[in-house]
């Protein structure tokens, strides 16, 4: 068997790289900085946005309603509204904003600037109707709400989304990598015999991994488009495409370069990126299955199946307990949701598609009626980065990796134990 080589050999041709893409950039913040002048060139601007999320809020004795949306640019924004506006969610709505203050870092984050609404359109987009056709198979709005999230991702309601963060299962309902691998092994499984069948008969000289691959990146993409390019979806995305060509080039995919090559493009050509937490959390988990796969490359395949995802469970736990901190006694769980959702998901695709999309509700039901009680549990500031730290340590030295389970391990005892 040829061994595959490294994307790098030399450090004069990482640099080259890193300049070319510090420079792109450079150029890709100047473009977005361009557009803010334009924004706030007048006192007002007229805005065409998706309204993300709507929810009632009540401050200082007045009860209004919050509006999250973006519009087809990235530009995400709150906004407020009367009480008495009707639910409005995921409708298109044009209106006028007023940004006063906003600067260049607001503005590749999110901001809040109040409005007026102007029209709302009354014709219900495709993803409108697609989850009313989902809706159409559940009896409980909490169950449609979940698969709204994992098809169409639609934030999910502020109580699922504790419910979920409590199990440790917040993962399994935000479309990234995880979903992204699962349809491309559905694709491929589909196009596969079809592109057979045509392939022997009218193009026998084709490469058939190649051109299996290109139909399944463009379905992928237009699905991509179709969810309004969450974060951690463009940086699963980018992974496949930097991954299969250098996986057809003969160059190692499990590596520390491809990922580091995949985040550096995609930040170069998106710099909001750089402001987004899926982001960060997206990557943060493929960095760590990279790190255990590169140290634990000689370990039986079985074993590597087995321990994966505990391994992942562990060495994100302080993600989880820095950014979120919430924790429950079946939090640990998540280790068996994660396995189990593997199978869960395709199928759950493929029975929504014949007309038993109900079929896992009282699965789903159950899940959501185990103990919601958890407690906060946040990791010190100085502690998270001293483990970021270790971590990327960990990529040279191997023995640091006993420091992030030791580490890992006694935070999670320490949770178990307050929890318990």
């Avoid at 991994?209 to 979806?233: C, E, G, N, V």
């Avoid at 402001?275 to 760590?288: I, Q, R, T």
């Avoid at 079929?359 to 483990?387: C, H, Q, R, T, V």
Wanted: overall charge positive; some cysteine; aromatic content about 20%.
């Amino acid at each position: 068997m040829i061994e595959r080589v490294s994307l790098f050999n030399k450090k004069r041709d990482f640099f080259i790289f890193f300049l070319i893409s510090f420079a792109i950039f450079l150029f890709s913040l100047l473009l977005e900085y361009k557009n803010y002048k334009e924004f706030t060139i007048f006192d007002s601007a007229l805005v065409k946005a998706t309204v993300l999320k709507q929810y009632l809020k009540a401050k200082n004795g007045r009860t209004y309603q919050v509006l999250k949306l973006k519009n087809e640019d990235g530009l995400t924004f709150y906004t407020t509204a009367k009480k008495s506006l009707h639910n409005i969610k995921n409708n298109e709505i044009e209106l006028e904003i007023w940004p006063k203050d906003l600067n260049f870092y607001k503005y590749l984050t999110t901001f809040y600037a109040p409005s007026k609404i102007i029209k709302i359109e009354n014709e219900n987009s495709i993803k409108q109707k697609l989850n009313a056709h989902i809706s159409s198979s559940h009896k409980d709005a909490n169950i449609a709400n979940i698969y709204h999230a994992l098809y169409t991702a639609t934030p999910l309601e502020w109580e699922l989304q504790k419910t979920f963060s409590y199990l440790g299962v917040s993962h399994l309902l935000a479309i990234s990598g995880f979903h992204l691998g699962v349809l491309s092994a559905l694709l491929f499984f589909f196009i596969r015999p079809v592109y057979a069948f045509a392939q022997d008969r009218f193009f026998p000289y084709t490469n058939a991994k190649r051109d299996i691959f290109f139909i399944t990146a463009i379905l992928l993409f237009a699905y991509m488009l179709f969810l309004d390019s969450p974060p951690s979806l463009i940086r699963a995305f980018g992974m496949l495409l930097a991954g299969f060509i250098l996986y057809d080039r003969g160059i190692k995919i499990v590596s520390m370069q491809t990922l580091f090559l995949t985040l550096l493009l995609l930040l170069a050509f998106f710099p909001r990126l750089c402001f987004s937490l899926g982001f960060w959390l997206s990557a943060s988990g493929v960095f760590y299955i990279f790190l255990f796969l590169i140290h634990f490359k000689n370990l039986n395949k079985i074993w590597q199946f087995i321990l994966l995802p505990l391994w992942v469970y562990l060495l994100m736990l302080p993600f989880s307990l820095a950014i979120f901190g919430n924790f429950s006694l079946y939090h640990p769980l998540s280790i068996l949701w994660t396995i189990l959702f593997t199978l869960f998901y395709p199928l759950s695709i493929l029975l929504h598609i014949v007309g038993f999309g109900d079929f896992f509700d009282p699965a789903l039901i159950w899940l959501l009626k185990l103990n919601k009680e958890g407690i906060l549990i946040k990791l010190d500031l100085f502690l998270f980065l001293s483990y970021l730290a270790i971590s990327v340590g960990a990529i040279f030295y191997r023995i640091l990796i006993w420091f992030l389970l030791l580490f890992c391990c006694t935070l999670f005892i320490y949770s178990m134990y307050h929890v318990a």
